[in-house]
């Protein structure tokens, strides 16, 4: 058989200036680029040349993708938004994104495709949503109006507000809420995993953090993992076992829906609260904040530590162990960069980050990390102890300004736009997709 020549490659398109201009470069660029690479053989049957071919049109068309979000991202905000207007999550300004300016972002078809692929298999679309996002994000005008729009409540939550403010209780799947004398719990019960987080958890998650905040009886918020069913922890707690790297090798675990949504939804809605009032001049707060409380049994690792970072106070049982083995799994451990070092300070957080130096509750350093560890029988009358020290008006006030002083919000978005395409680059890279081959071919979960 015939093997094809290798196409010839374009110049990048110039800049104009002038967004519908360079959108419409942009889309024949990419367009051109696709048939080049169609007219290949099939990935499999590709000598080096066209495979080296193929991998520089596509890092072309990042480029091109990458020169236009930086010449015109608060413009192309504005256009998807309507002058910000429309306070678009981000799932939805990908699909407007994909519709309105061809070839910037994979569309809805696309994604679907690709979502049903194992992760060695993916093309890697998503990184193509980490350039448009980064360049969101790197606007401050642009990128501050997409972090309000992220902390409102979600319209799952809305819905289901009326029923938790009647049973006071809520399975919502993988998250149970029930509300107990001002305190709200939120227990996860993502047990085939061992509490492992996936695309579901976080939505869970998210609703359940929404639904506390929403409604005035609940004045403090405690999270907690449930009891397990599986062999090596029956009858145990356990708090969270960080990310599921089975559904990450399957290509379940999503850049949009889960990575970027739980940075910017679910735990900067823990930190920083819910947007109620949008208008800069909302009085007298723009947000809903209250105070949470932490319960560790048994370890919270990688996605679980990152969480224990922005809580008002953590309790672990003495028999517990963090972890945030970012190195091991290849990936960024979300704004755990951001936030440990703060906490822990910068030596510590390089040997847990890069080195993967696991603390044990009884380590002197888990002070740094958790405020008070007691045996494991005696954790729910620690938890309750803590409610009682939150509830209070002058704690909602105190932590307002001590997060605002921890974590200022400039900051914060610069760090959240560098994310955005660093661990959209990471989800695809040779030695993550391997380790997470590795773990899925075990025959059970296990905490590492």
Not at 36 to 42: K, N, R, S, Y
Not at 192 to 211: G, I, M, P, Q, S
Not at 301 to 323: E, K, P, R, T
Not at 342 to 371: F, K, N, Y
Request: with cysteine; proline share 6%.
């Amino acid at each position: 058989m015939t093997v094809p020549p290798v196409p010839r490659t374009e110049p990048l398109p110039a800049v104009t200036g002038v967004l519908e201009e360079d959108a419409q470069a942009l889309a024949g660029y990419v367009a051109l680029a696709r048939q080049a690479i169609a007219a290949l053989p099939e990935p499999d049957a590709r000598d080096a040349r066209q495979r080296d071919f193929a991998a520089e049109a596509v890092e072309s068309c990042r480029r091109a993708r990458n020169t236009l979000m930086h010449h015109h991202a608060e413009q192309v905000y504005d256009v998807l938004t309507d002058g910000r207007r429309l306070p678009l999550r981000l799932d939805g300004l990908a699909h407007a994104a994909a519709e309105r300016f061809p070839g910037l972002v994979p569309g809805p078809e696309l994604m679907a495709v690709e979502q049903a692929r194992p992760q060695a298999e993916k093309e890697g679309l998503e990184i193509d949503q980490g350039i448009f996002f980064r360049g969101l994000l790197a606007s401050p005008d642009a990128g501050g109006h997409l972090m309000d729009s992220m902390l409102r409540p979600t319209s799952r939550a809305l819905d289901l507000q009326d029923a938790f403010g009647r049973e006071d209780r809520l399975d919502l799947g993988s998250v149970l809420v029930e509300l107990r004398d001002g305190a709200a719990h939120l227990t996860i019960n993502n047990q085939h995993c061992l509490n492992a987080e996936d695309n579901r958890l976080v939505d869970d998650l998210e609703t359940a953090v929404d639904l506390v905040l929403l409604d005035d009886r609940a004045r403090v918020g405690v999270l907690r993992g449930g009891v397990m069913t599986h062999p090596r922890y029956r009858g145990r707690r356990v708090f969270s076992a960080g990310i599921n790297l089975r559904e990450l090798h399957s290509g379940g675990i999503s850049f949009v829906d889960f990575l970027l949504r739980r940075e910017l939804g679910l735990i900067s809605k823990l930190m920083h609260g819910i947007l109620t009032g949008p208008a800069a001049d909302a009085y007298p707060h723009r947000t809903v904040q209250k105070p949470w409380c932490a319960a560790v049994d048994s370890f919270a690792i990688g996605g679980g530590m990152q969480l224990l970072l922005v809580f008002d106070q953590v309790i672990s049982a003495d028999d517990a162990f963090f972890s945030l083995p970012a190195a091991q799994e290849g990936i960024v451990p979300g704004l755990g960069n951001l936030r440990l070092p703060r906490l822990a300070g910068p030596r510590l957080s390089r040997r847990v980050i890069l080195g993967g130096r696991r603390i044990a509750a009884t380590d002197p350093e888990a002070s740094l990390v958790c405020d008070l560890v007691v045996p494991a029988d005696e954790l729910d009358a620690a938890v309750e102890e803590a409610v009682r020290s939150l509830d209070s008006p002058a704690v909602v006030a105190n932590r307002r300004m001590l997060n605002l002083a921890d974590e200022p919000r400039e900051g914060l978005r610069r760090y959240l736009a560098e994310f955005a395409l660093v661990q959209a680059q990471r989800l695809y890279a040779d030695d993550v997709v391997t380790k997470a081959g590795r773990f899925s071919s075990r025959e059970e979960p296990a905490p590492c």
